[in-house]
């Protein structure tokens, strides 16, 4: 027997297989810093201390070993690559293991959806847990394409990869006790259920929590985080490419509550990750912030794993996973050597040849749209209308009251004044539905950008400076198969195919990264100055964060959680 074994390395009876020998080891448990040396057989720490023999020794000669970072909450289809590909993104960076909730691929093909990113996670270098996706559709105010009922979604209960009940977004439904919301809820009582709650306080907020949400990853100010986290809940952090929380909540962080506490990325696309880094870049700024890095280094670790159950990971002991990466300066920990499951994996920020088998991608199309019903002509019913408030670096909007220009009895966009038009085209049932409004803060002086990469229902969304522009944006993507593009009138500038669900992409993470990076060049050109106006571009379209958006349905005010006209008449 394996155990059997183990115990026989642990008690120095047999050699470990290697023998991580002079090591400074962060200790989570205790909080201090461990010189020590680590024996591993095959995926398990066996043994912590000296006197170890093995067959194979590595002399560390002093540098730090933590355990491997643990992604409290993340979306992989955002880095609009496959399972894969992601993991040859984050596992250089200390990633071995990550916690996610495939919901926008379930937006676009339900079970089978869930279903591809399972296989695809199989005999893969990187540990991939899975939350059920509570929210398909997120609201009765969007179209997705497919709708998943509590008895859809139980059956994955039995899956070992799968955790609990992912982000509930429907906090109204929570709230008020919608039928088919508690019915999800009752099915997953016995698991983690994670919460996703922007702004919600006082007696709602109770309601929430008594309803069995126990995270939040959605917080934007220290005192949302406080209330949320008196009430029992379990914080993420979030700092992902155009949510940028961690700073912004790190005075949260006390020796009091540091244990409640967790990392999170959320959304983050493939120039950050291969960039900056994951939850690594998060400790990282934690320590530069003035966070103990031991108690940083837990946070994107131990308290993770803890939180989930995962009782085999987030720190080095025995009987442990030998998921770990080595380090130099404590004050600023790269990752150096990574290993998972006691073989190195990647070396200096790349990943090291892996054999793997090529799993197919077999999926139905994801682009249906029925064209003679696209119009983006807007007659003016009014002087004044709703406009989406985009902010800078986050998911919250503004519901702004503006006076709209008008052209021979139409509203149209007003360059100047940096009001363009706004669109979501449904294309998964051919449906004919579209939502047409006005969004401030994306900066376009001329043409249009568009994707099929539009929280959470992912539509295809449009926002330009006219008509022409939008409708030749519009019809690349379709040619594509979905994907993201930027146009000036009729010539496309550049765009990057995302076949899988009109989610991801099929080529290498390198080659995704250069596509964006021409997508981003070209939204500069036509005026944006945003970091990364498609991303923005995608949570215009989400009814679930405050406080203005537009779906296929029309615009949403997400206070009110209601559909609204565009014209404010009065």
Known sequence: MERRKLIEIARGDQPAA???????????????????????????????????????????????????????HVHIESSMCTPREFAKAVIPHGVTS???????????????GIGFMLDQAKYGPLSMYVMASSCVPATHMETAGAKLEAYDIEHLKSNPWVLG???????????????????????????????????????????????????????????????????????????????????????LVTPANSRRICFCTDDRQPADLLDEGSIDYMVRVAIQEGIDPITAIRMGTLNTAEYFGLRDRGAIAPGRRADLFIFSDLN????????????????????????????????????NIRWE????????????????????????????????????????????????????????????????????????KRGAIAGTVAHDHHNLVVIGTDDESMMAAAQAIAQMGGGLVAVDGETILAQLPLPVAGLMSDQPIGEVRAGMDRLLGAAQELGSSLHDPFMAMSFMALEVIPSLKLTDVGLVDVDQFRLVDLFVRG
């Open 373 to 444: 019903t696209v119009d983006f002509a807007i007659p003016a019913e009014g002087a004044k209308a709703r406009v989406i408030g985009s902010i800078p670096n986050q998911l919250v909007t503004e519901h702004l009251i503006e006076e709209i220009k008008q052209v021979d009895g139409y509203a149209v966009p007003d360059v100047e004044r940096d009001i363009l038009k706004m669109a979501v085209i449904e294309r998964h049932r051919a449906t004919g539905n579209m939502g047409k409004g006005f969004i401030h803060g994306i900066g376009l």
């Open 165 to 251: 009940l992912a982000e509930v977004m429907n906090y109204p439904g929570v709230v008020h006790a919608s039928e088919d919301v508690l019915a999800k809820l009752e099915a997953f009582g016995d698991m983690i259920i994670d919460g996703h709650c922007p702004g919600l306080s006082g007696k709602e907020l109770n309601a929430y929590v008594a309803a069995g949400v126990a995270s939040d990853h959605e917080c934007t100010t220290v005192e949302e985080a406080r209330e949320k986290l008196r009430l029992g809940m379990t914080i993420f952090i979030r700092e992902a490419t155009n949510a940028h929380n961690l700073r912004t909540l790190l005075p």
């Open 98 to 112: 990550v916690v996610t909730d495939p919901h926008e691929i379930a937006n676009v093909l339900g079970l089978e």
């Open 18 to 72: 290697l023998l991580l020998k002079n090591a400074r080891l962060v200790n989570v448990f205790s909080g201090e810093v461990q010189e020590t040396d680590i024996a591993i057989r095959r995926s398990r720490i066996v043994g912590v201390g000296k006197g170890y023999e093995a067959e194979r020794v590595i002399d560390l000669g002093g540098k730090y070993v933590a355990p491997g970072y643990i992604d409290a």
């Open 332 to 367: 600023n920990p790269v990752p150096e050597q990574v290993y998972r499951g006691g073989y190195l994996v990647a070396e200096n920020g790349e990943m090291l040849p892996i054999k793997e088998a090529r799993r197919p991608i077999e999926l139905r199309s994801s682009m």
